[in-house]
């Protein structure tokens, strides 16, 4: 009863439904609209059952062969090799991080792609440590906060937090994790690319949205994450970024 659609106001609201791709108008070249059109269909048909056969009681698909990926014994690499081809040879080119990107479902896959590429790249890693400290709320309430150390508040990760220790080099992608300066273009989703590593701040050059080509500079923030698996309030200072990778 809490959605806006049992209100009694909802029969004042008028409905629009989404008709256009844009996505499709915006390929320049015939050749890639109707290659757009034909995937996107293929998806949508997969999305509502009307794609495939029923084997066994499963509905099987069978995949174009080139959207496969033909693995080996490292399934990282394999997938980086395809993503970003070349990548030690061309990652200072922020153009070659603009329409590449690699989906992976959980943090830990994240992390451990993330750590493999930066791995990868020539020059010096620097690692950021964040400031972990439990809520005054909490610390008087009806917890127990004898058992929450600073080690344990390192260690906990979620979506949408910070690491505690992010380790970045110069040339590697970063994505905003939060609305930092949203005048000035920096917005939750922005992907800059790291053009300097401070002590206190980071310099770096955005690669996507309205404001490319922009030199910005972003600093450490308090944030308190809002997931409700946390039973209590801490506050993490860090930089609200992620590698953007994957």
């Given amino acids: 009863m809490a959605t806006i659609n049992s209100s009694m106001l909802w029969k004042h609201f008028e409905v629009l ?11 320049l070249e015939d050749v890639v609209v109707e ?22 009681d499963k509905l099987c698909v069978e995949v174009p062969t080139d959207l496969l ?11 980086i090799n395809v993503v970003y081809p070349n990548i ?7 153009i070659f991080f603009q329409d590449k990107e690699i989906l992976a479902p959980t943090v830990e896959i994240v992390e451990e792609i993330n750590n493999y590429i930066v791995n990868l790249l020539p020059g010096e890693e620097k690692e950021y440590l964040s400031a972990d400290v439990i809520c005054g709320s909490d610390a008087y309430g009806d917890i127990d906060c004898s058992w929450i150390t600073t ?29 930092i300066d949203p005048t000035n273009g920096l917005c939750n989703g922005t ?16 690669v996507s949205g309205s404001n490319i080509g922009d030199q910005v500079y972003i600093a450490r923030m308090n944030l308190i994450p809002s997931d409700a698996r946390i039973p209590f309030k801490f506050q993490r200072r ?4 992620s590698l953007s990778l994957q």
């Fill in 17 to 27: 439904t989404l008709t256009k791709n844009m996505r499709l108008d915006s390929a």
């Fill in 35 to 56: 290659e757009l059109r034909s995937f996107l269909e293929w998806i949508l048909q997969i999305g509502e059952g009307k794609s495939g056969a029923v084997i066994n």
């Fill in 69 to 79: 990926i033909y693995t080996s014994d490292n399934l990282v690499e394999d997938i």
């Fill in 88 to 94: 030690v040879v061309n990652f200072e080119n922020p």
């Fill in 151 to 179: 080690e344990f508040l390192n260690q906990i990760r979620c979506s949408g937090l910070p690491n505690h220790s992010p380790k970045l080099k110069k040339g590697v992608p970063i994505i905003l994790l939060r609305n």
């Fill in 191 to 206: 992907r800059p690319i790291v053009k300097d590593l401070g002590s206190n701040v980071i310099a770096a050059e955005v």
């Fill in 238 to 241: 860090q930089f609200l970024i």
